[in-house]
T-cell receptor, first 114, second 115 residues
């Protein structure tokens, strides 16, 4: 079975500061891993995905994530936060062999202080 | 290219009633997944349809049912509504092939309130 745990339901950073959102996964088979973003009153949008190629994955809007098998982690980072980054972020996992369903974490709300 | 569209956007029902939510998938996508997102929580997988057949189901009771049509649009039906069914219901379509990378394209959701 697959699952993800997002550490911290709410993260607040200053504009221009480093953003770090933590995600640990559990999977009995090689996983696909994803980060999605949800802006208020909208659906989810894919930020980036890991599908067993490069362990450092670059996504949209300057975000990137590193797959670390030894730590079963897939943390999301951005060097410099922007006000427009304020949103809910979800880490997600699906089994490599059959991406028939994606399991989401509980989410981390990112706030940006001026 | 038309994205995923859902209807209605908002609706209010009372306990015991039935509801049907609709979803049009993105052009060329033959797989549709439905998720329930309760307030302050992550989306929970309800089920997925691939070429009109159910292709995986989450931990939801049988009163949650679905359909997929030949044009790949889909419906989610919920019978005997309970207060806990109040949530945002998200539809997502994905690229052809159930064994793909699993990238989902989401609609904006249908917000259901059960009174």
């Amino acid at each position: 079975a697959q699952s993800v745990t997002q550490l911290g339901s709410h993260v607040s950073v200053s504009e221009g500061a480093l953003v770090l959102l933590r995600c640990n996964y559990s999977s009995s088979v090689p996983p696909y891993l994803f980060w999605y973003v949800q802006y208020p009153n909208q659906g989810l949008q894919l930020l980036l995905k890991y599908t067993s190629a490069a362990t450092l994955v670059k996504g949209i809007n300057g975000f990137e994530a590193e797959f670390k098998k030894s730590e079963t982690s897939f943390h999301l980072t951005k060097p410099s936060a922007h006000m427009s980054d304020a949103a809910e972020y979800f880490c997600a996992v699906s089994p490599y062999s059959s991406a028939s369903k994606i399991i989401f974490g509980s989410g981390t709300r990112l706030s940006i202080r001026p | 290219e038309t994205g995923v569209t859902q209807s209605p956007t908002h609706l209010i029902k009372t306990r015991g009633q039935q509801v049907t939510l609709r979803c049009s998938s993105q052009s060329g996508h033959n797989t549709v997944s439905w998720y329930q997102q309760a307030l302050g929580q992550g989306p929970q997988f309800i089920f997925q349809y691939y070429r009109e057949e159910e292709n995986g189901r989450g931990n939801f009771p049988p009163r949650f049912s679905g359909l997929q049509f030949p044009n790949y649009s889909s419906e989610l039906n919920v019978n005997a509504l309970e207060l806990d069914d109040s949530a945002l219901y998200l539809c997502a379509s994905s690229l052809p092939g159930a064994g793909g990378t699993g990238e989902l394209f989401f609609g904006e959701g249908s917000r259901l309130t059960v009174l």
